[in-house]
């Protein structure tokens, strides 16, 4: 059974008069010990997305089961015993801790509000965080700003996975980083997920990063999932016209490029295009597109897709 | 055409790179989060990014202090205050005797008789000794006054502004039920209804100084609570009451502190207001009193005004100067370069 399994999930913005669809009808799963990658350009809904999951963001319509049970009519008490079991880590570690507090205190604080031992063994569970981490332990009387990008997010993930969790979630973990950190980050958390057996739903823009890391991908594009696969079937033959601009994006010097890069800018939320919402950008946009909006469809070896003309892309 | 094309990713992938810094807003929020102290206006605050601003604040718990003493005025302001505070404390040691009692010819002048060094006033009192005690009412009802005020304030601003919604417009219409009722007139039938008490007038200037605070700290939370640690927090499983206090509050006090010696200086204008307009408690000597007193002999014994005014111009300044130094100081993106 799917550790997590989302169901036609909507998340929409009442934005003065107009709604912003920030989800739209997204379903997909995340086995246990499964690492999915989310894709897509800024502004897609990527993030409502990851905090919709977590309720921070209440769903509008659709279903979010963890381990079977549903997330959406939880209570606040029961609520919060859901949110040991997920845990977040936010792209920007300067915006995500609170410079007035101590390492000890964002660290204890999570063990404190869930009852976690007494105050003596918390100490001890907080000093093992930052030794998993790679911290040395005297930063427990130290603040935020003591420190670099890269231990801050080392923070951010001491922190998220304090309460021992079972999926966590990472909202863009790595691009507040510089490039050289990026790789001790990615390494940390590949580390953790081998250690304490974690799922994670990987939250980027660059795919190169998603390559290294994940199992299988979710395209996402103005709210809605339009590819999904794993990685080695998306890279190797990318059926839908936006993966194969994300992936020819890429820099490559090896590999001849395929398609011409996107043009124009992301459509707004707020005015999602009629038919498949991708046609005012696809090279291969037909009237049909216009009109009839693609349902996701599988294409075997766990491929699906949401594209009308799925079948005319080149093979790689 | 081939190198042409060999440039077309990297200018594709840069178009990708460049919508990353925005990542964090994405669609959920369409302008970009306020800064997180929107009362401040440092000039770089527009372009500083976070990472910026940290990077660049001097590291270490005490850089507030630093800073703070860096700024010649602001010690000035401090130093003001000291010696007022002092006079206050000492008042029964320095002149144990009733001030208001009356102890030698009235009327001599500030220098005339070397036992009152400041003069006499119509009754022969010493006003030295009055404006010594006066300092004691004066200060007072000052700061319990901000006391009361930023305690009622932060906690209806807080809550308005932390959980929004329906709470926050019913707070919000409290909130301006008091501004549109003029500040002063309020404070007068207040005191009028109530008995004028020292701890009526505190209470009846808090009633008119807390909404200010309520707005200044209902724009903090609200631009606090999007913030990704709060975000993190909620995640976390913390409740409302921690999140509220422990969380954001202490990110949003900053302002408020600023804003309380603001408060402390306003307050003791509007009780020297009130007891110039005899509405003060009237067994207790303070220094709008006193300039009441003097009122009829303005033209004939002008000191008997001028010198307890002068103290709160005095002490008022002081104040504000603190304020200023607070505001500065509090502000990483402005002290760290001093």
Known sequence: ?316 | MTSFESRLPAVASHGVDHGMDHGATDAAQSAPPPPAWTNIHAPDALRATTSDAERLAPVGRWRATRAYLRNPTAVIGLLILAVVLAAAALAPTLFPEDPLAMVDRPLQWPGQNPDYPLGTDALGRDVLAGLVHGARVSLLIGAAATLVSVVAGVLVGATSGYFGGRIDDALVKLVEVFQTIPGFILLIVTVAIAQPTIPAITLAIALVSWPAVARLVRAEFRALREKDMVMAARGLGYGHTRIILREILPNALPPVIVMASVTVATAILMESALSFMGLGDPNTISWGSMIGAGREMLRTAWYLSAIPGLAIVVTVLALNLIGDGLNDALNPRLSEGR
């Not at chain 1, 606040?76 to 609170?98: G, H």
């Not at chain 1, 063990?111 to 427990?140: C, E, F, M, Y």
């Open chain 1, 1 to 316: 059974m799917a550790l997590l399994s989302v169901e036609n999930l909507r998340a929409h913005y009442r934005d003065g008069g107009a709604t912003l669809r920030a989800v739209d009808d997204v379903s997909f799963q995340i086995a246990a010990g499964e690492t999915v990658g989310l894709v897509g350009e800024s502004g897609c809904g990527k993030s409502t997305l990851g905090k919709t999951l977590l309720r921070l963001v209440n769903p509008t319509s659709g279903r979010i089961l963890f381990d079977g049970q549903e997330v959406g009519g939880l209570s606040e008490r029961a609520l919060r015993q859901y949110r040991r079991s997920v845990q977040m880590v936010f792209q920007d570690p300067f915006a995500s801790l609170n410079p007035r507090h101590t390492v000890a205190e964002i660290l204890g604080g999570p063990l404190a509000v869930h009852g976690v031992g007494d105050r003596k063994s918390r100490i001890g569970q907080t000093q093992d965080a930052l030794d998993r981490v790679g911290l040395p332990r005297d930063a427990l009387k130290r603040y935020p700003h003591e420190f670099s990008g890269g231990q801050r997010q080392r923070l951010g993930i001491a922190r998220a996975l304090i309460l021992q969790p079972r999926l966590v979630i990472c909202d863009e973990p790595v691009s507040a980083l510089d490039l050289s950190i990026q790789a001790q980050i990615l390494n940390l958390l590949s580390r953790m997920k081998a250690d304490l057996g974690l799922s994670y739903l990987f939250i980027s823009h660059d795919l190169s990063v998603v390559r290294y890391f994940a199992d299988r991908v979710l395209v996402m594009y103005l709210g809605r999932i339009v590819e999904s696969g794993s990685w080695r079937s998306l890279w190797s033959r990318p059926l839908h016209p936006y993966t194969r601009a994300l992936i020819d994006a890429v820099p490559n010097p090896t590999r001849r490029r395929h398609a011409a890069p996107l043009s124009g800018d992301l459509p707004s939320p707020r005015q999602i295009p009629s038919g498949c919402r991708f046609h005012p950008r696809c090279p291969l946009a037909t009237a049909r597109c216009q009109v009839e909006e693609p349902i996701s469809r599988a294409v075997g070896d766990g491929q699906t897709v949401a594209c009308h003309h799925a079948d005319l892309s080149p093979i790689h």
